[in-house]
């Protein structure tokens, strides 16, 4: 069992940062890959980014590349979303999510096994 929660959103102008924070406990966190999603009001979860167990190799949708950073301390159980240039379609609750161990990570969010509560992001005009 894994257990996942995330931290670190907020209320932000366009055009600023935050950085996320999902603890990860359970499971050898090492070999698990890890993603990010969000979901805005009315409508699907979306694919952000996501990250292979080891760190080595990353994904990101294409509205978030560029602007957007996954990273991972596999020492502290953590896994981060360092969100830069902020605009307000990025409003959204943003979870994260672990799909079975050693699983490559994928953009469908039924791929993944493990998510946390999410945390809210809301990026004013």
């Known amino acids: 069992q894994v257990q996942l929660v995330e931290s670190g959103g907020g209320l932000v102008q366009a055009g600023g940062s935050l950085r996320l924070s999902c603890a990860a406990s359970?499971?050898?966190?090492?070999?698990?890959?890890m993603g990010w999603f969000r979901q805005a009001p009315g409508k699907e979860r979306e694919f952000v980014a996501a990250?292979?167990?080891?760190?080595?190799?990353?994904v990101y949708a294409d509205s978030v590349k560029g602007r957007f950073t996954i990273s991972r301390d596999n020492v502290k159980n953590l896994v981060y979303l360092q969100m830069n240039s902020l605009q307000p379609e990025d409003t959204a609750v943003y979870y994260c999510?672990?799909?079975?161990?050693?699983?490559?990570?994928?953009?469908?969010?039924?791929?993944?096994?493990?998510w946390g509560q999410g945390t809210q992001v809301t990026v004013s005009s």
């Open positions: 359970g499971r050898t966190f090492s070999s698990l890959s």
């Open positions: 990250s292979t167990w080891s760190g080595g190799s990353t």
């Open positions: 999510a672990a799909p079975p161990p050693y699983n490559l990570p994928r953009a469908r969010h039924n791929e993944y096994l493990y």
